[in-house]
């Protein structure tokens, strides 16, 4: 049972670069989410999918697109990279019943850096 | 707004010491509320949470919670810090509804003197 897993660990872009960043979780949780950290901010909910099929805005989406492969999947999207998205990225899992209220289980990270 | 606030941005105690990191929440209704620990360099982990019931609310590693709801507070204590400890410590509240996403503070970074 290896929880909410994230790659790549650490990726450098140049500025208009793609990239996309994956997320799977083995809890069959119905809730996923992409938070971005930065020093002094927390953490900010980028995008959320509710349940399978689903996708939601969370507070800072711009720039960003999110795909829910399947009931396990998250991938987030980085169309054109800009420096101002150079972050930690954290995906998240929560609960079986696809409440968005309980308790969250974090992946290790993502750190991002554009140049 | 939804907000969670932590008023402490850095904390240094020395080994032994008793600590107690402050948060405040603005939620209409009922809230759950959550404190998660970020060690140096790891993803974030749940240290505890309430619902409901019993206002004190006990975690690991020796951590406990007091929810005091007319001062919309949700402070974190520990009675004797170990340098282990050092880490960043996020507050967050979600409300009833299914549909209310989890808001976090800033963090408070708490770092240990040995």
């Known amino acids: 049972n290896a929880g909410v897993t994230q790659t790549p660990k650490f990726q450098v872009l140049k500025t208009g670069q793609s990239m996309t960043l994956q997320c799977a979780q083995d809890?069959?949780?119905?809730?996923m989410y992409w938070y971005r950290q930065d020093p002094g901010m927390g953490l900010r909910l980028i995008y959320y999918?509710?349940?399978?099929?689903?996708?939601d805005k969370g507070e800072v989406p711009n720039g960003y697109n999110v795909s829910r492969l399947n009931k396990r999947e998250f991938s987030l999207r980085l169309e054109s990279a800009a420096p101002s998205q150079t972050s930690v990225y954290f995906c998240a899992s929560s609960s079986p019943g696809g409440s968005l209220t309980y308790e969250q289980y974090f992946g290790p990270g993502t750190r991002l850096t554009v140049t | 707004a939804q907000s969670v606030s932590q008023h402490n941005h850095h904390v240094i105690l020395s080994e032994a010491a008793s600590l107690e990191l402050g948060c405040n929440y603005s939620y209409g209704g009922t809230v759950n509320l959550f404190w998660y620990v970020q060690y140096p360099g790891q993803h974030l982990q749940l240290l505890l949470k309430y619902f409901s019931g019993d206002p004190l609310v006990k975690g690991i590693k020796g951590f406990e919670a007091e929810f005091i709801k007319s001062k919309f507070s949700f402070n974190l204590r520990k009675p004797s810090v170990q340098w282990s400890d050092t880490a960043e410590y996020f507050c967050?509240?979600?409300?009833?509804?299914?549909?209310?996403?989890?808001?976090f503070g800033s963090g408070t970074r708490l770092s240990i003197r040995p």
């Open positions: 967050a509240a979600s409300g009833y509804s299914s549909a209310s996403k989890i808001i």
């Open positions: 809890m069959n949780h119905n809730s």
């Open positions: 999918s509710a349940s399978e099929g689903t996708t």
